[in-house]
Structure formats: C-alpha cells, structure tokens
C-alpha cells in the first residue's frame, strides 16, 4: 500500500479509487518532459520584479484581494476588499479551484448553472510537504537513498520521505509529504501534535537509532488558506474533456485560466504557465480579431 501510494496520491494528491485516468496514463508532464523529478532548491523563485526590486509595470497591484465581479454586454466591474473598483471590457480570472468552489468572489450576476456544475465537478487536491528540523542526523544518506517510505496500515500516514544532504548540506532536516484526508486532518491540530505524530514514527521507522525531538517544523495549510482552498486541481473520475471544456469557458466578458484550465499540464505550474497563454490568445481573438468562436453549451442547453 506505501509503494501504492507512491505511485498515486504522491504525484495526484488523491487515492486511484477517485482519479481518472484521463490526462494521468500516461502523464502528459512526464511523457513530454521525463520521468527525472527533481527538488529545486533555487531561492530565487518567480520574480515580478526587476533587479532594484521595483515592480515593473505600474498596472500590477498587489495585495489587493478581489471578492466581487459583476459583467454585463458593455464591460465588467472589480470590487476589492478594500473598497476599490476597476473597470475594464474584459477581465481574466485566474484564481484556483479551490477559491472559485468557495464564496470568496462573488460574481454578478451569478455564474450559469452549467458553470457552476463544472466548477464543482473537478476536484481541488490537498498537497503538504512538511518540513521538520533535528538537531541531528539519523536517517541513512548517499545515492539512492534521498527517498524512504514508510508502510502504515492507514493510508497516506506520513508515507513519503526525503532528506536534504545534496542540497542543504548539514541542515539536518527531513520533508514528509501527506494528502488529501491527513492533509486535512494535520491543518486543524497544533504544529507541535503533528511534531509528536512525526517523531513517533520516525522512531518506528529507526528503532535502533536515537532519534531526537524535532527542533523546529514548517507546516503549509493550503487547505486552510481562503487565497487557495487546496494546493492544485485533479480529474475525478466522470469527467472527460467536453467538462474541461467548459471549465475554461468564458462567461460574457469573463474568462478564465489556471493550471486547473491546462489541457495537458493541469496541477502544474508550467501547466498554469501555458494555460495563461492559451486563455489570453482567446480573450485577444475575441476582443480584437472579433472571433469569440469559444463556446461550450451546457449538456442540456436548447
């Protein structure tokens, strides 16, 4: 069951008895990429910024947290949390799942129901890489030892391992990865329960070793967070491609990107990354070349 969920919920943050296999056999990231995985270590991470640190186009804003747009045939209108309002002829909506199955942003009017259905009909995965820190090291190291998994008869229980030797050397710490269900279940107890849970098993994993407290632990809570509601989109099983063609349909003037609106890539940032391209060059059709050929009609539409 660990190597199970290896092979699964570690790369699509749901058990096979939900994913389809749609998209997922064979893996259109790994088939057109390869099947090397890699830890990135890069502190630079994604830059908005030029080398002084200043925004480069004055039009980003920042910190400003949508929560209403109302559309019509003429334009569209952006109410912030902040009592600011934007109007443009078009607007691209590119929050997660996640937040769109929440009430964070409230469309006027309301989204069609055929909209709606699909929104719901895709999954938002919960996927935690927690990281912990020891004062010292006693977990095996070298080449093809940078994994260790462990086999609890509770599926997904702190299975996946790894150690950070290569890339932070003498940093003595160790990252577990769990999903879904114990995703959520460890976002709603204390960092130091889950620190309790982690050492315990970790003593199960080296009975013959000291394994110390842990000193220090970092736990993301994606699930938890409103600007997120999960960590990236899975295909259920049910769903085919005429429903992701709705999920990345306009409504009117709105129209919509994310990883979870990537024909190939979703619950990847290069698929995020393309799909913003993609929703672009359909929203430029329409708005300039007048070609708005993009639509889905629900399944049950005259």
């Known amino acids: 069951m660990a190597v199970d969920y290896y092979k699964y919920d570690y790369e699509f943050a749901e058990p096979p008895r939900v994913t389809s296999l749609q998209n997922t056999v064979p893996l259109p990231t790994f088939k057109d990429f390869g099947d090397d995985v890699y830890f990135v270590a890069d502190q630079r991470g994604y830059e908005l910024t030029n080398k002084s640190g200043k925004i480069v186009d004055p039009r980003l804003k920042l910190n400003k947290v949508v929560r209403e747009i109302s559309y019509s045939p003429s334009g569209v209108t952006v109410k912030t949390e ?16 996640g937040v ?20 719901y009909q895709f999954d938002m995965a919960v996927y935690t890489k ?15 030892r940078e994994f260790l998994l462990y086999a609890s008869s509770r599926r997904g229980y702190y299975a996946v391992w790894q150690e950070f030797e290569k890339q932070y050397p003498d940093a003595n710490v160790l990252l577990v990865t769990v999903t879904d269900e114990e995703s959520r279940r460890i976002e709603q107890q204390s960092d130091n329960q889950t620190k309790g849970e982690i050492v315990e098993v970790l003593r199960k994993m080296f009975p013959g070793e000291d394994v110390p407290d842990a000193t220090d632990i970092l736990i993301p809570r994606w699930w938890s967070d409103r600007f997120y509601r999960g960590t990236f989109s899975n295909w259920p099983i049910g769903v085919n491609r005429y429903e992701y063609d709705q999920l990345r349909a306009p409504v009117g003037r709105v129209y919509f990107t994310g990883e979870h609106t990537s024909e190939h890539y979703n619950g990847y940032v290069h698929g995020a990354y393309i799909a913003g391209i993609d929703s672009a060059e359909i929203l430029i059709n329409c708005a300039q070349k007048k070609m708005c050929k993009y639509h889905v009609p629900g399944k049950y539409d005259d």
Not at 83 to 92: F, K
Not at 102 to 107: A, G, K, N, R
Not at 130 to 136: D, G, H, R, S, T
Request: no cysteine.
């Open 82 to 97: 902040d009592n600011w309002v934007y109007r443009a002829d078009y607007v691209m909506v590119s929050a997660s799942l």
């Open 100 to 119: 769109l199955q929440s009430d964070l942003i409230q469309f006027k009017p309301q989204l069609p129901s055929w909209k709606i259905v699909v929104i």
């Open 130 to 144: 927690i990281f912990v820190k020891f004062p010292k090291k006693f977990w095996p190291e070298g080449k093809g």
